[in-house]
């Protein structure tokens, strides 16, 4: 390679050189910028900088305006571009019409912008644009993706930190699948194979997304046929019988340091089989006939997992739950918040409970002791609650398909639709309905069976105890 220093006048740019350009020209090394037009190519020129980088240039003027312009056509390489295929490039550019020449220029120009893009600059995007809110089936407006938290916390969380600098266009698959073997490795905190999927999840719609027609910040997602990650086995936790008189009991204590509805939302899941989500923003609205013969609870598909209403069937063990927790006539959600009146419990809150929390500067501490410390019971979560009412219904010979109904876990096409006001406050005495209630009721009667005396009773003895 030359390394001779091309002299340039001192006080000027180095411009106007005239010459047949070589690649050997384009390996020089210059103290200052310096250009070098092609005398064989008109508009033809290269650009080289003190750092040894060469670039190839076409300067034409635009016919639509009369001004010159310039755009660039790569680096020379001398094995993947040379002055040869610049001249190629140039000539092929001079063969359109002006007006295609001029629209071609600014079209390249424009993706050339974008995929200047790094990804954390894409990750702010896709943020704004999964929060936004818009117009959802039941009339709502509500966030684009209403898990939009969960996914914008993995994009912070894993994909920010190790490659958010970095230019969208040059992360590869081999750099995704890198991150996901250091996150199942433990390099992120403790070793995760479910953050590894929610981190390929929540990357793979990112990088689609900015592939996307109109945004084009990438050609293509990287998130393709990347290593498959470890199974991963499904909770099996199920409460045993002397574990649910010990929970339901324990439950009743006034010397837990966690709030009563937080407790009585608790045993709602066990009694109900609702998830966490679907019970915790119980409205008196949502509640109907209480006090007849075909009680239930109606969850908006707002919070349903697969966003279609819930008619629920409410046990007489459930209700008198509702009853307990629903204070006063003016509290409107049956689990208030203790410390935000007029707000349910926040959504992590049972969860919280069960497992206790941990002080912020030392996570090996605790703060506050969970219930199933404080019972002595094995860990364990809401949703496993779910699981053992499941089980006992089971176990009393209910048929699946009727247990799944419960567990929200049957969609037809029917079941997904929106239902209309009047059909839940008219027409509730469906096969469905009927089979979810005897269900329910089973399960309640399990329970009171279980716990050895009745709910009301229980409490009615708590009561005289504390009085004493």
Known sequence: MDTTIAAVPDGKRGRNSSIILTDR?????????????????????????????????????????????????????????????????VYGLKALDPITLA????????????????????????????????????????????????????????????????????????????????????????????????????????????????????????CVNLPKLDAEHPRTRVLSEDEIGIFWHGLDRNDLPWDRRTRLALKFELVTMLRSRELLGAHRDELFDLDGDNPRFDVPLKRVKKRRVIQQPLSDLAVE????????????????????KCQPIHRKAMAAALRGTKHETNKDKTKTPGLCELLGLRPFTPHDLRRTAATLAGDLGFDDAWIAKCLDHVASKKSEQIVPTVTGKVYNHSKRMKEKRAVLDGVAAELRRIVGVPLAKALEQEERRVAA
């Open 25 to 89: 020209i384009c390996e020089k090394r210059v103290a200052k910028r310096v250009k070098f037009y092609d005398r064989k190519c008109q508009g033809l020129y290269v650009s080289i900088i003190p750092a040894g980088t060469a670039t190839f240039n076409f300067k034409f003027t635009d016919s639509t305006t009369g001004k010159q312009r310039s755009t660039v056509l790569g680096v020379y390489n001398p094995e993947t571009f040379t002055v040869e295929d610049a001249r190629s490039r």
């Open 321 to 340: 739950i509702i009853k307990e927790a629903l204070a006063s006539d003016d509290q409107q959600f049956v689990f208030e918040s203790p410390m935000y």
């Open 103 to 222: 629209e071609q220029l600014r079209q390249t120009k424009t993706v050339k912008a974008a995929r200047g893009k790094t990804v954390d600059d894409i990750i702010a995007e896709r943020i704004e644009w999964m929060k936004t809110k818009v117009i959802k089936a039941d009339g709502e407006k509500r966030p684009r993706l209403e898990s939009w938290e969960n996914t914008a916390s993995h994009l912070r969380r894993f994909l920010s930190p190790r490659l958010g600098k970095k230019l969208a266009t040059e992360i590869t698959k081999q750099d995704i699948a890198t991150l996901s073997n250091d996150i199942v490795a433990g390099k992120f905190g403790k070793p995760s194979v479910s953050n590894a999927r929610h981190m390929r999840k929540a990357a793979s719609g990112l990088f689609n997304w900015a592939a996307e027609a109109g945004r084009d910040y990438v050609t293509a997602s990287p």
